[in-house]
Structure formats: structure tokens, C-alpha cells
């Protein structure tokens, strides 16, 4: 059985009193995906470093692994085999920890439905995919976006901003535990100048 059709013509009408709400959210998810896909990009430096390369490969080596969890795991264990300073693995499984953290938010927000109202505002989200409890299958989570959700996307912005500035303050001293020289090839256009 299909859904009913909106009444999209009401809908827009009355949307227009409430685009700035609209407007806001929807930045605040582009700010997530800008940081997000910065501090990812950075992970090619990190396997740079990890498999004693240089840029290319390692950029070939994060394309080809087409997650964000099989890029951290490669990290993790390349850190396991190749980082020496006992500081330097903590802090990287710090980002590794971020990361995940903060890629829980960032994929609901981006594998989900947008429930509006008849007022054009977002009212939910749903998970676009299916989970299975006791034997039951249902199609994805629902969850309100309200206040509390929106502070929740304001944290993991914060979040994302300080993974940046925490993996480009790692940089250098990972490479220095690796072989002891100087980091070579970063380039300023990664960083997350939110």
C-alpha cells in the first residue's frame, strides 16, 4: 500500500514561515559533512606515514577502501605494527575513537528520510535501513528532530573541529616516531577553518 501524496502546494505555502529553522539545520548538517569529509581526507597523510609511502599510494589505498570503519581499522592496525611511542598510539586511537564517535551522527544524518509536517518543518528522521529485534524485522529508527537533537549536531560539529586541529597537531609527531624525520607533503588545504 503506497503512502499518500502531499499536499505539496499547502506544504510550500506554508513553509515559507518556517525556512529559517529549515535553513539553519541544514547548515549545521553541511558544517558536519565539510568537517567531516576534511578530517577523513587528512587519513590519507596519516596511511602516508603509517606505510612509509607517499601521497599517491596512499591516496590509492583510501580510495579503494570504500569505508570510513575500514580506513580506521587499517590505521589501527598499521599503528600496532609500525608506531613505537606509546603517546603517539594513545592519541591516535584517540581519533580513531572520534572518529567512530562522531560517524554514528554523521551516517544518520545521511542514510535517512526527512519527515516535514504541514508546516515545511523537519520534524524527523529515519534510519534508511532495516534492523532486526527479536525476530522482527523494521525499516530503520525514527527519531525527533527537536532541540536536544539539534545541540547533539552542535556538539559533533564542535567535535569534528577539534579532530581536525587534533590530527594536524598528530602529524608531525607521528611521523617522528615512525623514522625520527621531519613530516613531508601535508598541504593547508585540509584544514577545517570553521
Known sequence: MLPERPPFEKIEKAAQETVEGRN???????????????????????????????????????????????RLELVRRLMLLKVV??????????????????????????????????????????????????????????NPMDQKRIEELRQVREQLRLLNRMLWDLLPRLSKSLRGGPMQGLRAKEADVQ
Open 85 to 142: 611511542d606509546p603517546s603517539v598510539r594513545r592519541e591516535l586511537e584517540a581519533v580513531i575513537e572520534r572518529f567512530n564517535e562522531a560517524g554514528r551522527v554523521r551516517n544518520e544524518l545521511l542514510h535517512a528520510m526527512y519527515s516535514v509536517n504541514d508546516r515545511g518543518e523537519i520534524t524527523h528522521t529515519q534510519a534508511m535501513r532495516f534492523v532486526e529485534k527479536r525476530g522482527r524485522i523494521s525499516f530503520g529508527d525514527r
Open 24 to 70: 539553519a539545520l541544514m547548515l549545521l548538517i553541511g558544517q558536519l559533512v565539510f568537517s567531516w569529509s576534511n578530517n577523513e581526507s587528512l587519513l590519507v597523510y596519516v596511511l602516508m606515514l603509517l606505510m612509509g609511502t607517499d601521497e599517491p599510494a596512499a591516496a590509492i589505498v583510501f580510495a579503494t577502501l570504500n569505508t570510513t570503519r575500514a
